[in-house]
């Protein structure tokens, strides 16, 4: 199973309505190993449209930080990976893959799958986002 690199990012700012600095979580994978260049440009992307959208915030940071090489990355109740896959059907069996290989063997401690582990809630998402980042994400 081919792997890939995996950064992961953490967005914060001030916001004024709020008295404590707000923040997002989210991480990139990328077919090549990531340049400090376009890990700044997807920091300035982000912060853009943050921007757009709410025009006071403010103070932004971003904590960057490399997570190991893998097929699939968690992100809130799915997983993304690029979209390397002829069909569904491959990309269902590179998930089922890594889910064998990543799962903790004792059940009660895998909640950070985010339920990744119960099949029947797999469903390969075919929305426009999706396709514009060019990413396969199943939800769970
Ligand atoms: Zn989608």
Redesign the pocket.
């Known amino acids: 199973m081919k792997k890939y690199p995996i950064i992961s990012l953490a967005l914060s700012w001030d916001q004024d309505d709020l008295d404590y600095t707000n923040g997002t979580g989210f991480s990139v994978m990328t077919h090549e190993e990531i340049t400090d260049k376009e890990i700044e440009e997807i920091i300035e992307q982000k912060k853009t449209a943050y921007i757009i959208k709410y025009p006071s915030l403010s103070n932004f940071k971003c904590e960057v930080s490399k997570k190991e090489p893998d097929s699939w990355v968690c992100e809130w109740f799915n997983h993304k990976s690029l979209t390397v896959f002829e069909t569904e059907k491959d990309a269902f069996e590179s998930f089922s893959e890594f889910v064998d290989r990543t799962r903790d063997p004792y059940p009660e401690s895998s909640s950070h799958m985010m339920g990744a582990t119960d099949r029947w809630r797999w469903k390969l ?3 426009e ?2 396709k514009d980042q060019k990413v396969t ?1 199943i939800s769970h």
Do not use: E, F, T
Request: proline share 0%.
């Open positions: 998402c075919h929305c986002h999706c994400r």
